[in-house]
């Protein structure tokens, strides 16, 4: 059974950083693309960053320079590290995990970003 659990969500004021990070377990990791989504009240989600199993790395423009995605296939785990995070950044974040057709999320963890 596939499962992606999120952590380190939580209230940071303005440009602060938090770091999230995403376990998984079920799947061969290494072989996946990874990714961080989010989705603020009453909008679609949207794909914040991923990073695939060769590292190559695509972010949304909105959080390009302060948003680092990474991961650690020995420990089947991908990061996110969110600095000068902005009240917009407020959201829930997602775990995606995808290998061809197969796709699988994890149960998310709210970000909130105000004073």
């Known amino acids: 059974q596939v499962q992606l659990v999120e952590s380190g969500g939580g209230l940071v004021q303005p440009g602060g950083s938090l770091r999230l990070s995403c376990a998984a377990s079920g799947i061969i990791f290494s072989i996946n693309t990874m990714g961080w989504y989010r989705q603020a009240p009453g909008k679609q989600r949207d794909l914040v960053a991923h990073i695939t199993s060769g590292r190559a790395t695509n972010y949304a423009n909105s959080v390009k320079g302060r948003f680092t995605i990474s991961r650690d296939d020995g420990k089947n785990t991908v990061y996110l590290e969110m600095n000068s995070l902005k009240p917009e950044d407020t959201a829930v974040y997602y775990c995606?995990?995808?290998?061809?057709?197969?796709?699988?999320w994890g149960q998310g963890t709210q970000v909130t970003v105000s004073p």
């Open positions: 995606n995990r995808a290998n061809g057709p197969f796709v699988q």
